[in-house]
């Protein structure tokens, strides 16, 4: 949806009383909105707009910031009630992120989820967003006159008692869409100057919407696609080949039972939906015991437990042990709800060695990735999970660092390693099936 909703004097008013083009004087000189708001309010406006651009790298939260500009604002002598930021996000799970301050209340936050298989949510088609980025033009709605089927939020504004109503795209260097709103109760609505004041600090606000989207955008990504430890290193300058990091911890090394045979009959991307479904039993109970996901191979995955940095417990074998036994419960109990399907079956394997995770590639395309002898020991007592008919399987290394050893099944070759490998399994045997 596109329309505009074009101001004009109320029939109760004199006509001489008409109401500002919002924007009309969006598109004035600088120089022009100064004298529009006067030179007091003008200062105040320049005040807040230094403000702005020094703080733009202060560690603050986005609300507590925002909760300070509105009072700034009023302290400006703008009448405002209700403030918005919204932008759209890179983030693997939302789409958009939206903060909003409403006079007398806490800055609230709301995520915004397209609907799957859809480009746009309902919501969003009949928005002021849309229209305003469709035309980058500002919605300027003077709510009495605005009909409630003009846009979706219309009703709720005017139940909110608000007047006036301004919503302002901004275009982002990532062609990502963002948007300030601004609504007051005040009968009169927004006055020129105040339209004017408004016009005067939105590049500051852009700028820092510009400078705090693109950061968390890389960092989102970043994080998405290689973890976040290996994100803090890459954001550090650990970006050129050969730069590598080693860390001793607990390893868990899942791989999925006969996935060929699973996927044959399947297209490429019900393949994918059936890989995702195995990772939404793996990932959360890694990650609720601050486990991390260094690596998805294929249809399996890489995951390590650090020790804390004083090590007073210790206790990484027991949380990524933990992480392990919830997550083939997990597994079971989605099979059981999916009776229609193949049942899902994984190996897990558990070691406590080194990792080294780093930058191979050649030029300029690298992979930050995981190697190291102890990870492929990992993946070895991982093939073993069929041959041992055992789900879960532990190394020596890894079960001396239990309280509970485990029970020794054995000493077994693994291919490339020279010595047989020691093989545990946790005491209380789980399901052969699972």
């Not at 990772?279 to 991390?292: A, K």
């Not at 036994?325 to 060695?353: F, K, Q, S, T």
């Given at each position: 949806?596109?329309?505009?909703?074009?101001?004009?004097?109320?029939?109760?008013?004199?006509?001489?009383?008409?109401?500002?083009?919002?924007?009309?004087?969006?598109?004035?000189?600088?120089?022009?909105?100064?004298?529009?708001?006067?030179?007091?309010?003008?200062?105040?406006?320049?005040?807040?707009?230094?403000?702005?651009?020094?703080?733009?790298?202060?560690?603050?939260?986005?609300?507590?910031?925002?909760?300070?500009?509105?009072?700034?604002?009023?302290?400006?002598?703008?009448?405002?009630?209700?403030?918005?930021?919204?932008?759209?996000?890179?983030?693997?799970?939302?789409?958009?992120?939206?903060?909003?301050?409403?006079?007398?209340?806490?800055?609230?936050?709301?995520?915004?989820?397209?609907?799957?298989?859809?480009?746009?949510?309902?919501?969003?088609?009949?928005?002021?967003?849309?229209?305003?980025?469709?035309?980058?033009?500002?919605?300027?709605?003077?709510?009495?006159?605005?009909?409630?089927?003009?846009?979706?939020?219309?009703?709720?504004?005017?139940?909110?008692?608000?007047?006036?109503?301004?919503?302002?795209?901004?275009?982002?260097?990532?062609?990502?869409?963002?948007?300030?709103?601004?609504?007051?109760?005040?009968?009169?609505?927004?006055?020129?100057?105040?339209?004017?004041?408004?016009?005067?600090?939105?590049?500051?606000?852009?700028?820092?919407?510009?400078?705090?989207?693109?950061?968390?955008?890389?960092?989102?990504?970043?994080?998405?696609?290689?973890?976040?430890?290996?994100?803090?290193?890459?954001?550090?300058?650990?970006?050129?080949?050969?730069?590598?990091?080693?860390?001793?911890?607990?390893?868990?090394?899942?791989?999925?039972?006969?996935?060929?045979?699973?996927?044959?009959?399947?297209?490429?991307?019900?393949?994918?939906?059936?890989?995702?479904?195995?990772?939404?039993?793996?990932?959360?109970?890694?990650?609720?015991?601050?486990?991390?996901?260094?690596?998805?191979?294929?249809?399996?995955?890489?995951?390590?437990?650090?020790?804390?940095?004083?090590?007073?417990?210790?206790?990484?074998?027991?949380?990524?042990?933990?992480?392990?036994e919830e997550a083939l419960r997990g597994?079971?109990?989605?099979?059981?709800?999916?009776?229609?399907?193949?049942?899902?079956?994984?190996?897990?394997?558990?070691?406590?060695?080194?990792?080294?995770?780093?930058?191979?590639?050649?030029?300029?395309?690298?992979?930050?990735?995981?190697?190291?002898?102890?990870?492929?020991?990992?993946?070895?007592?991982?093939?073993?999970?069929?041959?041992?008919?055992?789900?879960?399987?532990?190394?020596?290394?890894?079960?001396?660092r239990l309280r509970e050893q485990g029970?020794?099944?054995?000493?077994?070759?693994?291919?490339?390693?020279?010595?047989?490998?020691?093989?545990?399994?946790?005491?209380?045997?789980?399901?052969?099936?699972?």
């Amino acid at each position: 949806m596109t329309t505009q909703v074009h101001l004009r004097a109320a029939a109760t008013e004199p006509a001489s009383t008409e109401r500002p083009d919002a924007n009309a004087i969006a598109a004035l000189a600088p120089e022009d909105l100064d004298g529009l708001m006067g030179q007091a309010r003008s200062r105040k406006i320049a005040s807040l707009s230094d403000w702005l651009v020094r703080r733009a790298r202060d560690p603050i939260m986005p609300s507590e910031r925002i909760a300070e500009l509105c009072d700034r604002l009023l302290g400006a002598g703008l009448p405002l009630d209700r403030f918005g930021a919204s932008t759209e996000t890179l983030d693997a799970q939302h789409d958009a992120i939206g903060r909003l301050w409403v006079r007398g209340e806490s800055v609230s936050e709301r995520l915004y989820v397209k609907p799957p298989g859809e480009e746009e949510s309902a919501g969003y088609l009949t928005s002021p967003f849309k229209a305003a980025a469709d035309s980058g033009r500002w919605v300027d709605l003077w709510l009495p006159e605005t009909d409630d089927a003009a846009f979706g939020i219309v009703p709720e504004l005017k139940q909110g008692g608000f007047v006036h109503y301004l919503c302002i795209p901004v275009t982002l260097l990532t062609e990502a869409h963002g948007w300030f709103t601004f609504a007051t109760r005040h009968p009169e609505g927004f006055s020129a100057a105040d339209v004017a004041a408004i016009a005067r600090v939105l590049p500051p606000l852009a700028l820092l919407m510009e400078m705090r989207s693109t950061w968390v955008s890389l960092r989102n990504l970043l994080r998405t696609y290689v973890g976040t430890d290996p994100q803090a290193a890459i954001l550090r300058g650990n970006v050129k080949r050969g730069q590598v990091s080693a860390i001793t911890s607990a390893m868990l090394f899942a791989d999925m039972r006969n996935s060929v045979g699973h996927t044959a009959d399947l297209s490429a991307t019900e393949a994918v939906a059936v890989f995702n479904a195995l990772f939404d039993c793996l990932v959360p109970p890694i990650e609720s015991r601050q486990g991390e996901v260094l690596k998805y191979i294929g249809d399996g995955l890489l995951a390590i437990f650090r020790e804390t940095e004083d090590c007073v417990a210790c206790d990484a074998a027991e949380r990524a042990l933990a992480a392990a036994e919830e997550a083939l419960r997990g597994l079971d109990e989605r099979n059981r709800a999916h009776p229609e399907e193949p049942p899902i079956h994984v190996g897990i394997a558990l070691h406590y060695g080194e990792a080294a995770y780093g930058n191979v590639g050649s030029g300029v395309r690298l992979d930050f990735t995981v190697i190291g002898k102890d990870v492929g020991l990992a993946s070895r007592i991982a093939q073993m999970n069929r041959s041992l008919s055992e789900p879960l399987l532990m190394s020596g290394a890894f079960a001396h660092r239990l309280r509970e050893q485990g029970l020794r099944l054995g000493a077994f070759p693994a291919r490339g390693f020279k010595d047989p490998v020691e093989v545990y399994r946790p005491l209380v045997p789980r399901d052969k099936g699972s």
